[in-house]
């Protein structure tokens, strides 16, 4: 005789990137032993490795890839499934820098929300008839501002990370499509020969991202009033 067939509730969540409506199921025990031996790791790498894998196990829309959703997105995801599969509230241990000592706090999960930056756009005007339209990057793709390498190279990083982010380079009416219209290392070439004054723009973008945000408000044992705000997966889960 068959055993029986387990049925999955089902959630929806809208992503902030697209707008677009995903919907996931809780993670199974199965999935948690993924997430489980990879956290036993202790290494950063496998850890996310297994989110991205787990996340893609758990999205049941067809046309959904992990690997090219924003960061942020990868982020919100994760959180509400945590939420869904094991419990809403995660305990966070915070050392105050003032008095030196440990507060220990009680999140839910399902009170953070992604902030979007006002005014925060992902077009970038060059000049006056001449700009860029960026897309967020993914996971992998955002690690690269985490780059441990001496300045040369972490230059040379970013320049080839803004190179694989440019979506559209406007000209007036005409575009230009990244992977129609022009290469990856044509858009290098391209960068390195606008004016110094667009580093800014493209640290701006990449600065004001969407993020995960959670505020902890408290008193610390001096009775100074503190705030801490927790941002990206890294305050929640490592």
Not at 55 to 78: R, W
Not at 159 to 167: A, P, Y
Not at 196 to 206: A, I, M, N, P
Request: hydrophobic share 35%.
């Amino acid at each position: 005789m068959a055993l029986p067939k387990i049925n999955h509730p089902t959630f929806s969540l809208e992503l902030i990137s697209s707008g677009k409506t995903i919907r996931y199921r809780p993670f199974t025990v199965k999935e948690e032993k993924i997430l489980l031996v990879a956290q036993s790791s202790q290494d950063r790498t496998q850890i996310i490795e297994a989110i991205r894998q787990v996340i893609s196990m758990c999205v049941i829309n067809e046309d959904f890839d992990v690997n090219k959703i924003p960061s942020f997105d990868l982020e919100y995801i994760f959180i509400n499934l945590r939420s869904k599969s094991v419990n809403n509230i995660v305990e966070i241990v915070l050392r105050d820098n003032e008095d030196e000592k440990d507060y220990t706090f009680e999140v839910n999960l399902d009170e953070i929300k992604i902030v979007k930056k006002e005014n925060h756009t992902k077009k970038i005007q060059i000049m006056d008839d001449l700009g860029i339209v960026m897309r967020y990057p993914n996971f992998n793709e955002a690690n690269m501002l985490f780059d441990d390498s001496d300045d040369e190279d972490y230059v040379t990083s970013m320049l080839k990370m803004i190179s694989r982010c440019i979506d559209v380079i406007y000209q007036g009416e005409k575009l230009y499509k990244a992977g129609e219209d022009f290469t990856e290392e044509e858009a290098f070439n391209f960068i390195n020969e606008l004016p110094v004054d667009s580093s800014d723009k493209f640290r701006e973008f990449f600065d004001n991202f969407p993020e995960i945000e959670y505020v902890i408000e408290y008193k610390n044992s001096l009775g100074n009033d503190r705030t801490y705000k927790l941002t990206g997966i890294n305050s929640f889960f490592f």
